[in-house]
């Protein structure tokens, strides 16, 4: 043991580091070690433009840029874009960190700023500083080079936006590229990288001072309770003075700091102590002989990729640009950026199921290991196995190899960027050629797999079984898959994807290998296999048609928040930050379906900066969170329903300690029962709710199905979604002498106002709720909103002090029902032709564990989308609600279209396929006409289905791809394509309240100011991203014929908007803007007498003149529709193309075109952006977001961002179309538009029909019968190739007569999927 030494020479951190932000130093003490860089910004600094939404480093949201000094003491800076919530302030020593707010403001915008308000990129805006800063870091660090369009869009792996469906934000970017070829606005690099003054079209010379910047830094404290919690902090400088503190803590959990990117995976604290590793130079270290590549163990991915990529031109180290391949799709840009190799395989080895890439790039290098205090050199297969407390890793040592080696390493994937791999396969050989026909593999090859078990490394019997053998014998490469197959023996884990999968996968990845070896010598169209679908560049093109003489109407503008919202300014609730604020969290149930014995809240309530811990009993009014009869309990009392149910508030000082303790909360559980979690579950145990529901019936549906020439019949699954809106749910309360003024990030601000006053024991009178905008709602925040908004509001009720309630990502995920699952028997009968004659639906909706309004509403609305836009004679739909342990269902947009459409869509398929007829004919065949009567009753009026399919099949070009998909199928083994095309028809009633329960108005209420004659409006409708203030704006300004420059929207609020409506089901917009045309239309009466007595009067010196007069220049509206009767119909037809790798279920969405009827949109820009956003929210639905529960207790297993996988930039389509339908006027609509938010979803499922029509092509050349298949949805990567049903017995490298005769044992039975 080494005596103790005083701390600097430990180096411990002595008092504090030094970090600059935007320019202004900060010295942050030791104290701070469990700080974030996102919590110091935010909650210190208060810099809230930089926004957090998962604190894991999957979304993107909290990109900084950093300018730090090269820690191998080059001494140059190095230029990074970084995910703050991840990183460690005290990691910052040095650093000069640049956040949105430090680029530019509304009076003095950055480029990157203007350039996504000129492209209409932003919605909810949540999301929007993220990609600003990880854009300003590229053209930092590439300042001076020429940015290609390629580079751009590969920056943006990590970047999450819910709202715009990414294509307006890459065309923004790419106008910073030297080969756009668009001629727009492109940037020069170097210019970019100074701000513009908007003022003179000069760089900023930082002289102006008209416009206040809004951030003026105020360090806030951390709080006493926070800094006694903190570990200390050590930053040794060099290796000895590691090694000496290493000795001294042994045995103690110490986290070695070099990315600290670790933390978003796994959460192996409470850490004794941080030691910082970026302090010794040597750890960064990198030399290089003939035949080894050494490599310091801080390097981060993106510099090992730079190194790879330079030293990949040395003789014998041209494989590393086969890991460079796999190296650059770990984690996204941010993460690579900071994360350390090290670091990486240090959680490989505490964690031996984490499929770490890095790990599989140096074992199939045969790379070494350097570890210290010993120096000792160890393989990768022995480092797996080792203790590595205690020890450091160094550096590793790469070999060089002979350019004959081949090498190959995949990673498949559930999404395109930033996901864990389902597999990965790394392969390494060296083959001789020389005997023709032959392939004979000369050394014993590298067969290196992640994810079949925790020490799972290589498939050692088939490597020895390959060694020497002749690969080209079609008998080789069988008995090689044979022995594979039977080598693998994969784990089960319920958060990964099945056994079954991970072996089929890995097989097919040994098979693409062998064919890359083999070459020539196998067949052509087998060849397909090698390698992996490659992404081009993607595009867009969007088509619309506006009218001058309606302008501001009809006019595309950006968003107005726009700006703001890019630069950091656009304030959100979660941004609230306030000194003395107490904030909150809630104590989660573990167990789905048990009995609460009791809570044990002693321990949570001593941990360090707990104020109070509430339950049940001490909510002072109701405990519900439902008006009027109905309980559903915003804290479990007796019985816990689903496992992620609240428990008990937790109430602190920061958001974090309120966390923690949230944690030592103990319940203790009785009657622990098996969690019912699907519709199939519910259906055995018999748990329904109680609907009252009746059967649904038009004609005589079962007699049809016996005299019918044709009934098909099945089943399928839909599964659930969450919305992942980017600010999760949050509340700010402050108590009032005579109640409570809330801020509350709801979509419906009378419920939550009556929620809270509920559960308060108050009046509504004496709760104001307001809002200004949410970070994206998507129907969640209509009463789901209500379990924050209830519980922050009695925190501050009981402790009279402001109470902020945010809840965390995986909170958010766990508590929140999602949009239902559902499962679905049908039989449809019809002629020989394929003309319908009737339908049968048994319809099951999984509730969830309460009945709340929205899923009887869900299930009563949903008949009203089920014709889509067929013609059906007679009908039997029966509808039940299961009942299950999962949290309560809800409204996701398009609830009830987006599940009825598919369900038609799906029985269309079904008939074609039967029939051996295209999908198209038969759905033309049974297309709605004029007078036809849908199943509830209404007659269709100005039918537009067909001239909006024929108008897409011309500029789709449909025919003719669908011949040249057929030439590629036929030239493809491996590889296919299909192509199909979903219409829709989506009927709008403006719902009076009495039929789907949603009383209320659309309010509005305008203020003209005398004076300047300036406009402020407020209206009951939410700005959740969907653009209705910019519509309020260009209607009111039309109507009242002035510039839109003059108007303003104000947030929404209780006594303004008393009994609003909720803003959901895409209507807001338009009937809010019917409520400001009738304010306008108020206001213009009363000045009508003073323009005509002073006709040359323009619109200031009227109102100047009104208000001399005595004119109230004040107008309300409320409007509440009355009719029941359909209004009218949108239209939209979509057609999607994909391309499918048939071996591993991996696809990529090569073309979509989405025609759109919005009559005359009122802005045309914002409608563009719902129907693309909303086509890439159904991709998400309808292809890679799977939720998925632990069978045992019921626990949420996907909950975050780690293993839930929406869409990201790359999983968009390729070529990206999208028209509006022109020459559309719609009699019935505002100012002849039609609304517009949620009817594109429905039609994504294209996708799956496309998809479904490419694994046909492949299960129509294997063995399978061509029997009908069932579909289920999400159609995800490992469903694909499941649905493909690949088979070893297929994997040949010549077809024909010397096809392979060993008998395979296929074990797919002993395992079972998931
Ligand atoms: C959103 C996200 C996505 C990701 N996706 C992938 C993926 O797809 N594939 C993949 O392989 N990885 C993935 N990762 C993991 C990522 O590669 C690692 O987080 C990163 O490489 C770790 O480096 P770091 O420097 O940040 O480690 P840190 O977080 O600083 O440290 C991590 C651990 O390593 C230890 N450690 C660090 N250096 C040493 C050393 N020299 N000797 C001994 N122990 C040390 C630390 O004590 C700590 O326990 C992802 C991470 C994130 C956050
Ligand atoms: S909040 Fe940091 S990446 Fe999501
Ligand atoms: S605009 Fe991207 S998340 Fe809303």
Known sequence: MSPSLPDHQNGIIAH????????????????????????????HLHLTGTKVTCREGGCGVCTVHVSLPDPAQTGHFLQRSLNSCLCPILSCDGWQITTVEGIGHQGQSHPIQQALTDHYATQCGYCTPGWIMNMYSLLRKEKGKRLTTQQIEDNFDGNFCRCTGYRPILDAFKTFSRDEESGLGICDVEDADKSYCKKSGKSCVKVCTSWPSAFIPHVSDLPPEAQLLAPAWHKPTSLAQLYRHAEQKAGKNVYYVVGHTGKGLFDDGPYDAYVDLKGIAQLYTVTKTDTLLSVGANTSLTDLIDIFERQAAAPGFAYLNSLVSLIGKTAHVAVRNVGSWAGNLAMKNRHKDFSSDIFVAFTTAN???????????????????????GKVILQVELPAYSDDFAFRLYKVMPRATNAYAYCQGGFRALVDKQTAGKVIMMVTPALVFANIAPTFVHAEETENYLTGQDIADPQTLATALD??????????????????????????????????????????????????????????????????????????????????????????????????????AFALSTEGSATIAGIDTTVASKFPGVIRIVTASEIPGRNSLQIGTGIEEMLASEKCLYAGQPVALVIAVSSNIAEEAAKLVVIHYADVKSPILTCEEAIGANSFFDLGLKDLLVGDAESSMDSAQVVVEGQFHMGAQQ???????????????????????????????????????????????????????????????????????????????????????????????????????????????????????????????????????????????????????????TRFACKTNTPANTFFRGPMSTEAVYMMEYIMEHIAHHLHKSPIDIRQLNFLKEGDTVLMGTKVTGCGVQPVLDQLLQSADYQSRVEAIQRFNKAHRWRKRGIAIVPMRFPVHFYPGDVLHWNGGFTCMMAVYHGDASIAVTHGGIELGQGINTKIVQVVARE??????????????????????ATLASLTSELTCLAAIECCKQLNDRLRPVKEAHPKGNWES???????????????????????????????????????????????????????????????????????????????????????????????????????????????????????????????????????????????????????????????????????????????????????QTDISQMLVRTGSDKATCAFTLLHSALPHR
Not at 367 to 389: H, I, V, W, Y
Not at 513 to 539: E, K, N
Not at 545 to 553: D, H, I, L, Q
Not at 1109 to 1120: K, M
């Open 16 to 43: 504090c580091v030094s970090v600059t932000v935007n320019g202004v130093h900060y010295s942050v003490p030791n104290t701070y070690s469990e700080v974030s860089l996102n919590d110091f910004l935010r909650h």
């Open 483 to 584: 022995i594979l197959n039977h080598e693998l023996q994969p784990s089960q884990d319920l958060a990964q994807s099945s056994a079954l999968y991970r072996r089929s996968l890995a097989v097919s990845l040994f098979y693409k290998f062998i064919l890359q070896l083999v070459g020539d010598l196998a067949d052509i169209r087998l060849r397909s296999a090698v390698g992996a679908i490659v992404r081009p560049l993607s595009s867009g093109t969007q088509s619309f048609e506006t009218k001058a003489e309606n302008w501001p109407v009809t006019k595309a503008l950006p968003k107005l928040e726009s700006l703001v919202q890019c630069t950091g300014e656009a304030k959100f609730i979660s941004d609230i930050e306030e000194e003395r604020m107490l904030h909150a």
């Open 723 to 877: 919305h992942f809106h980017t600010e999760t749910m949050v509340t700010v309360s402050y108590p009032t002498e005579d109640g409570l003024d809330v801020q509350a990030g709801t979509q419906f601000v009378d419920n939550t106002q009556a929620v809270i006053a509920q559960a308060c024991g108050l009046s509504k009178n004496q709760v104001n709720v307001s809002v200004r905008r949410n970070g994206g709602g998507f129907g969640a925040k209509e009463d789901r909103i209500n379990f924050v908004a209830a519980a922050s509001a009695v925190g501050a009720y009981l402790l009279r002090r402001p109470v902020k309630m945010h809840l965390s990502l995986w909170d958010n995920f766990k508590i929140m029902g999602r949009r239902p699952p559902y499962y679905v028997k049908y039989r449809a009968a019809t002629d020989g032709e394929g003309k319908l004659a009737a339908v049968i639906l048994e319809i099951y909706l999984d509730a969830g564990c309460t009945l709340m309004h929205g899923n009887e509403r869900i299930l009563s609305g949903l008949p009203v989308f089920l014709n889509n836009v067929y013609n059906v004679p007679a009908w039997k739909i």
């Open 1040 to 1061: 009242l014929g002035v510039s839109m420059d003059l108007v303003r929207v104000k947030p929404t609020n209780t006594m303004t908007s008393a009994n609003a409506r």
């Open 1102 to 1284: 009227t109102v100047e003149q009104a208000y001399k007069d005595g004119l109230d220049l004040s107008a309300r509206a409320w409007y509440n529709p009355r009719s029941k009767r359909e209004v009218y119909s949108t239209y939209c037809a979509m057609c999607s193309e994909v391309e499918v790798d048939i071996l591993t279920g991996q696809y990529q969405i090569a073309r979509l075109d989405c025609l759109y009827d919005c009559g005359e949109s009122i802005s045309p820009y914002i409608d563009i952006g719902q129907v693309e956003g909303a086509i890439v929210m159904g991709l998400g639905y309808f292809t890679s977001e799977e939720i998925v529960y632990d069978a045992q207790n019921g626990q949420n297993m996907t909950a975050g961002t780690l293993r839930y996988k929406p869409p990201f930039a790359k999983d968009i389509p390729v070529d990206f179309r999208v028209s509006l339908l022109k020459n559309a006027p719609n009699p019935s609509g505002v100012l002849r538009s039609k609304l517009v938010q949620e009817p594109p979803l429905c039609a994504t499922s294209s996708v799956v029909f496309a998809l479904a029509q490419a694994i046909q092509a492949a299960r129509d050349e294997g063995n399978a019968d061509r029997s009908w298949w069932q579909k289920d949805i999400p159609m995800t990567v490992e469903k694909v190739q499941r649905y493909c």
């Open 367 to 389: 790379a070494k290991l350097l570890l210290g205090p010993d120096n000792q050199l160890c393989s990768m297969e022995g480092f797996l196995t080792l203790e590595l407390r």
